[in-house]
């Protein structure tokens, strides 16, 4: 756990920087809070959240964050899943198209691929 509250605001954002910046396994691994001055207040920052808002902001195109939206709203998934749901926002993809997207999307970090049984992926 790291504690971002009191003073030395550089080292704070340096800290929280640093924890974006890490490889989304790592990230999933810290617990990074906060404490609202004057308050008895904890608060959570979640990190694996920021950077998935963040790589989705900056290398995702619309077919990409479709796609990832998708999976999110379910869960998990299968392609199969994922395809039809596509089809019924009126967007038409060949399965090997989805394989490279969702491939780049587990690649970033922003879902990952259950690979017990049927292929699956999960935010």
Known sequence: ???LGGGLRLLVI???IACTMLNFSRASNIALYTVLE???ELINIDIASIKKKLAASRVLSDLHKAVL???EEK???TPSEVLDKLRERGITITKQHLAKIL???A???LIEK???GKYRYKP
């Open 14 to 16: 340096e800290a929280l």
């Open 103 to 105: 491939t780049k999307l």
């Open 38 to 40: 004057g308050r008895n």
């Open 107 to 109: 690649n970033l970090g």
């Open 114 to 116: 259950i690979e017990r």
């Open 69 to 71: 939206k998708i999976v």
């Open 75 to 77: 869960g998990v998934a």
């Open 1 to 3: 756990m790291l504690d």
